[in-house]
């Protein structure tokens, strides 16, 4: 399963890891996140900071589409923030 989306002129992706039932989404080639499929059928989001350390304890949805929602309004967010700061301030358009 992959799922892809334009964000501010870069591709944000979330595809299956080498690790059956995890899940990382990168964007600019960082990772913002990382899904891990629980056995109760719940899927648990870490959110990551745009300095590549876990930013979040967990966060539970039911599924990968609803995963795959809250982490590109994450992206769009708290990550592209981050990482305007850690820029300088410097816009990210393209």
């Given at each position: 399963?992959?799922?892809e989306?334009?964000?501010?002129?870069?591709?944000?992706?979330?595809?299956?890891?080498?690790?059956?039932?995890?899940?990382?989404?990168?964007?600019r080639?960082?990772?913002?996140?990382?899904?891990?499929?629980?056995?109760?059928?719940?899927?648990?989001?870490?959110?990551?900071?745009?300095?590549?350390?876990?930013?979040?304890?967990?966060?539970?949805?039911?599924?990968?589409d609803?995963?795959?929602?809250?982490?590109?309004?994450?992206?769009?967010?708290?990550?592209?923030?981050e990482?305007r700061?850690?820029?300088?301030?410097?816009?990210?358009?393209?």
């Amino acid at each position: 399963m992959r799922y892809e989306e334009n964000i501010i002129g870069d591709r944000l992706t979330l595809e299956e890891s080498h690790y059956q039932g995890e899940y990382i989404a990168k964007w600019r080639g960082l990772t913002v996140a990382t899904v891990t499929s629980e056995n109760n059928g719940q899927f648990a989001i870490t959110e990551w900071g745009a300095d590549q350390e876990s930013t979040s304890t967990p966060y539970y949805v039911n599924s990968l589409d609803a995963s795959w929602r809250h982490i590109k309004n994450y992206c769009r967010g708290d990550f592209e923030e981050e990482l305007r700061e850690m820029s300088g301030g410097k816009g990210l358009h393209r």
